[in-house]
């Protein structure tokens, strides 16, 4: 059979020959992961060994199989592969089909890749953080220690201009044979009537995805003669929702062979799907049938539109599995499927109006994970500054800061992210995010392994209660239990009590899917922690103290203290607030570890739930987090006692653990704090009258006309000063309401600058008829005084201060204490305003002094 790829052979060998490096771009079933290692192997050019990377494990045993199979040889011999769950190779293997992840744990053992003549990076389009890490990790290598090293990377879209880029290299590409694809929309979005007495209408009005897929299956039946016909669906659950809904015959009464097709299947229910089989087949598949297996015979591809997609979940605060819209590119992808070997169709199971509400392309994984994972192996590996690693597309500093910051709290690198603890490199052995990876290697120290295995599981995967019956499992649970877990922990015994008979589950309100899954994650986790030299403890602690001891060391940023009896806030770290999912167990007013802490609604309507709860101690929480508890003593002014108090606090990132009851401060201490109230003007005090401040402002006034003296001019210091001597020996505002404060006012000048003050802006000056006129002073303004005009008589000129330096602003008043004039020129008033004043008001006030 020749293929694509066959035509472009020679331009293959020559190119990786002379350059090493090659990009090479065909569509699926062009022949790129089949025949390149095969192209490989038999010009010798790179022994002894070809690695081809795979990134998913189904598709790295299917295709090795194939391979295999066109070798003449079995699986293990000439051609092998390994992945988290299986190997099959030996010293004669030439071509190993690898899981990405694996790769990168070959890499950190054997840094220089000995024995491997060549690496394929196949379905790069898919661009996953591992094998971005991968592809730079090779790159490097190349270009230190193994420049014999060949390097070929695989995509089936053509957008590798930045890869050919990054590498220097040149790129090849094939055209493929496609037929037309006949491309099928829904006409309208799909929504359910709400038909009254009948059983089918669903709780929110849409109609579930594998309902609307069956639909398409049957209409294909109905008008297509023949082709088989393949369903794209995003997990394992809605696989076998579809399963249950597809009809078993076709039109004309003959059985339909229908398979799912998905990573949790045994090996050789996945061999059925892809093989040939009896009668029109359906296939039910996640999204290894987008690009990366062969399928024979699809003629017809419904697609879901959907695809569980890793992500960064903010909730965990980790990386998880989350359903969303495919990109468009991905859903062309899937229309190609059914072109391969003679003309198709394709059903979406969307409108073409929300077609262009989906993105163009996928979002490469190191734009939307955690970084923690992949920063923790570049650490591990030790190869130069991690910050500058030589990524394709480097990830944000925002999100390599944060990553960073997770594993310093992890104690997985040294404050400072300077390099990488112990603990650190031990984690690095452990296939999983490193919050999860740090709770194992805690738990094998407290000797509950196996637990915290199964825990790690619980977290990593999806809800295993179905959400309508969720409280009915809750409350078959024994009262008294302290953390959601232990719930969880019944229910998973449960399941495995069903055989994870779907049915039977069901009916106890678990989704049997979720908890295999569950079960397959625990046991993975269980073997690499024996292949990370953690060992499970032959009596295990199974107490609360030591798993939750345990889970705090991997969420301690989670930590949240429930406030109150009457309501379910809580406070959390960095200074959040939150409340507790009310279906919660864990209802301890005290410390509290939630493990998801879900944001819901936006804006002001936002809420924070917190869910997955285990109950703490504070004895646990100081003991782990020893080094990370602030203790502080707080003394702070308590506006209701009208006191200065001091509680004693421990805190952690903000979260208040403990607090001691208020006392009374060392009164030092309490001094500045009374001062600060008083300078705030949050506190009043009586003593300070009107004469302060004019004392004030005649000090100022002085300072200003006498410069040379350098008098103190009351600044927001010396107040400062002033005031703290004025609250010394005081905690509570008792103590200081009666104090004078004038004396301490003045006693910041000397005795001789009092005096001067007193002399050059004293208080009253005399008038000639024995009236003392006040006089009120400000800094930015004129010394003012008030007078009534008889008291002036006798009076020539204004008078002056501060020895002549300045005049006083007189307010010249009339008997009925009204204003006449504001004058600084009293002469000029006696000459040329009063005469005629005075005319008007001896008659106006007869019985006043007129002269
Ligand atoms: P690519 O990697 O470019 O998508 P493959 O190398 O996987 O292409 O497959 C190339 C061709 O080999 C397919 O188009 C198909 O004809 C054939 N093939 C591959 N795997 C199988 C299989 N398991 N069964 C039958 N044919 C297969
Ligand atoms: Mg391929």
Same mark, same amino acid.
């Given at each position: ?16 020959? *002379? *350059? ?69 190779? %030996? ?16 890499? =950190? ?46 995509s089936a879209t053509l957008d590798t201009k930045e890869v050919a ?84 015959e076709d039109r004309n009464g003959n059985p339909l062979a229908l ?102 392309? %996928? ?168 292949? /990370? ?85 504070? =004895? ?6 020893? *080094? ?74 002085? /300072? ?10 009351? %600044? ?123 005319? =008007? ?11």
């Amino acid at each position: 059979m020749t293929l694509p790829i066959h035509a472009i052979r020679e331009q293959v060998l020559a190119a990786i020959k *002379n *350059n090493n490096r090659l990009v090479l771009t065909a569509p699926t079933g062009s022949g790129k992961t089949t025949q390149v290692p095969k192209f490989l192997l038999d010009a010798e050019l790179s022994r002894p060994q070809i690695i081809i990377l795979q990134p998913r494990r189904l598709a790295a045993r299917l295709v090795a199989q194939r391979v295999a199979q066109e070798l003449g040889t079995s699986l293990g011999d000439l051609v092998g592969f390994q992945t988290r769950h299986e190997s099959k190779i %030996s010293a004669q293997t030439r071509i190993r089909f690898l899981t990405e992840g694996l790769f990168l744990r070959l890499i =950190q053992a054997q840094p220089k890749l000995p024995g491997v003549g060549a690496v394929i990076l196949d379905e790069f389009h898919e661009r996953n953080l591992a094998s971005d890490l991968s592809l730079a990790l090779i790159k490097r290598l190349q270009e230190q220690f193994r420049p014999d090293l060949r390097l070929i990377v695989m995509s089936a879209t053509l957008d590798t201009k930045e890869v050919a880029e990054y590498l220097a290299c040149p790129t090849l590409e094939t055209h493929g044979r496609a037929y037309p694809v006949d491309i099928r929309y829904l006409d309208k979005r799909p929504a359910r009537k709400a038909v009254v007495g009948k059983m089918r209408t669903s709780r929110s009005g849409t109609i579930p995805v594998w309902e609307l897929a069956a639909d398409a299956a049957r209409d294909i039946l109905e008008e297509e003669e023949d082709g088989d016909i393949l369903i794209f669906m995003p997990g394992a659950y809605e696989i076998r929702r579809t399963l249950e809904m597809l009809p078993h015959e076709d039109r004309n009464g003959n059985p339909l062979a229908l398979f799912p097709l998905h990573s949790q299947l045994s090996p050789r229910e996945q061999d059925a799907a892809v093989g040939p089989a009896k009668g029109r087949k359906i296939i039910v598949s996640t999204n290894v049938a987008e690009t990366s297996i062969t399928i024979e015979g699809i003629r017809h591809v419904i697609d879901s539109g959907l695809a569980r997609i890793n992500r960064f979940d903010p909730r965990r605060g980790l990386n998880a599995l989350v359903i969303e819209p495919i990109s468009r590119a991905s859903a062309d992808q899937r229309v190609g499927r059914a072109g391969r070997t003679a003309p198709g169709t394709a059903t979406r199971l969307w409108t073409q109006a929300d077609d262009r509400h989906r993105p163009a392309h %996928s979002t490469p994984e190191i734009q939307r994970l955690d970084l923690a994972d992949a920063l923790l192996q570049i650490y591990a590996m030790d190869v130069g500054d991690p910050r500058k690693f030589p990524w394709l597309q480097p990830p944000t500093a925002a999100a390599v800061q944060q990553a960073e910051k997770t594993l310093i709290n992890l104690g997985a690198l040294e404050s400072g992210a300077g390099s990488i603890t112990a603990t650190g490199r031990q984690m690095s052995h452990l296939p999983m995010h490193p919050r999860l990876s740090r709770m194992l290697v805690a738990a094998a120290e407290r000797h509950c392994l196996r637990r915290a295995c199964l825990w790690a599981a619980l977290i990593t995967e999806r809800q295993i209660l179905l959400p309508n019956t969720k409280h009915t499992f809750a409350e078959e649970s024994p009262p008294g239990l302290r953390s959601d877990f232990i719930v969880l922990e019944h229910a998973i015994e449960t399941a495995r009590h069903l055989r994870f008979d779907p049915a039977r589950c069901s009916s106890r309100g678990l989704n049997a899917v979720a908890c295999r899954e569950v079960e397959k994650t625990t046991h993975l986790f269980e073997s690499a922690a024996g292949s /990370a030299n953690l060992r499970a403890h032959a009596r295990e602690d199974d107490s609360l103290e030591s798993i939750a001891k345990s889970l705090l060391v991997a969420f301690p940023d989670h930590l949240a203290v429930r406030l109150n009896q009457n309501n379910l806030a809580a406070a959390l770290t960095n200074n959040r607030r939150g409340q507790l999912d009310p279906a919660t167990i864990a209802q301890h007013v005290g410390i509290l570890l939630p493990i998801e802490i879900t944001e819901i609604g936006s804006g002001s309507a936002s809420k924070t739930v917190l869910s997955l709860m285990t109950e703490m101690d504070t =004895q646990w929480v100081t003991e782990v987090l020893a *080094n990370q508890i602030a203790h502080e003593q707080i003394i702070e002014f308590n506006a209701d006692t009208k006191a200065v108090e001091m509680v004693e606090r421990e805190s952690f990132d903000g979260l208040t653990l403990s607090e001691s009851a208020p006392r009374d401060p060392d009164p030092k201490l309490a001094a500045p704090i009374l001062a600060e109230q008083i300078i705030r003007g949050a506190l009043k005090l009586e003593s300070w009258t009107e004469e302060v401040d004019q004392w004030i402002a005649r000090s100022r006034c002085v /300072a200003k006309w006498f410069p040379e003296r350098r008098l103190i001019n009351y %600044s927001d210091e010396d107040m400062r000063l002033i005031i703290e001597e004025f609250c010394q020996g005081a905690t509570r505002v008792k103590n200081i309401v009666d104090k004078p404060l004038l004396p301490f006012i003045k006693d910041a000048l000397s005795w001789e600058d009092q005096q001067l003050i007193e002399k050059m802006a004293p208080e009253r000056i005399q008038l000639p008829r024995g009236w003392r006129m006040k006089i009120h002073y400000d800094p930015a303004a004129a010394p003012k005084g008030r007078a009534k005009i008889q008291d002036l008589y006798g009076l020539e000129e204004t008078p002056t201060i501060a020895a002549g330096r300045q005049k006083v602003l007189l307010e010249i008043l009339g008997p009925n204490m009204r204003p006449l004039q504001l004058t600084e020129d009293l002469a000029n008033f006696w000459r040329n305003l009063y005469p005629e004043l005075r005319k =008007q008001l001896s008659r106006r006030y007869p019985r006043h002094e007129w002269r």
